[in-house]
Every structure is written in C-alpha cells, then in structure tokens.
C-alpha cells in the first residue's frame, strides 16, 4: 500500500500568505525615559569663560539628565501622550521636533518646555464645574 505525500495546499491555489510584522512592536521592550531629578552638586560646571546653552541648563534644572534627543515614543510616554497626539503637538508648533536623516527626534528640553507652558496656562482662575 503506498500513500502519497500529504498536500498542505492545493496545487490550485497558491500558499497563504505571511503578513508583514512591520510596525508592530510585538517582542521589543518599551522604552523607558528617566525624569527623575537627578543630584548636580556632584557635576562640575562649565570652565571659565565657557559659553553654555541656556536651553541645556534649563533641562539640567529640570531634571532631564542623560539623553538630549528623545525619539518620538520616548517623548510621547515622557509626556503620558499617544505618538499621534504628539505629532499633532509637533504639527502645530507646541513641541519642537528635529529631524537627523529621516529620523525625527524630540529635544527632551522642548518636552521640559512644553510642560511648563502647560503649567503657566493652567496657573489661572480654576474652575471646577461645581
């Protein structure tokens, strides 16, 4: 008795077909942005009669220490937002994005920034509703 091979499909038919894994993040860890404040007495300050960039500081006194650039995922769970808010936010002018290459980049700075704007326009007359 001879069998023959067993078919997983038809010689009609052509073999199903893999979809694409493409942007979805199905095995990498998410990323994780440390915003904690971190101690600057142990930092040294700039030498003498070295220029520094207002904006840096601002992020050092803000507790941003370690990354200048975050990726648009990094910034977007920084700020507890989805990456489509976010891009709406870089769409309008209220975060500031850069690009290297093709890849767009958010200066953890804008994102110390945006927040204190937040703050600034919530720091008026609260109404609750009640």
Do not use: W
């Amino acid at each position: 008795m001879t069998s023959e091979p067993l078919a997983l499909f038809s010689v009609d038919e052509p073999p199903p077909r893999r979809r694409s894994m493409k942007g979805r993040n199905t095995t990498r860890p998410q990323a994780q942005v440390d915003l904690t404040p971190k101690p600057t007495s142990a930092t040294p300050g700039p030498a003498a009669g070295a220029v520094t960039e207002p904006a840096i500081e601002d992020a050092s006194a803000n507790g941003i220490t370690g990354k200048l650039l975050l990726t648009t995922t990094e910034a977007a769970q920084a700020l507890g937002i989805g990456r489509s808010k976010l891009y709406e936010l870089i769409r309008t002018g209220a975060v500031e994005s850069v690009l290297i290459g093709s890849c767009r980049r958010v200066p953890a700075v804008s994102v110390v920034k945006y927040v204190e704007a937040l703050r600034a326009a919530n720091n008026g007359p609260h109404h609750h509703g009640r």
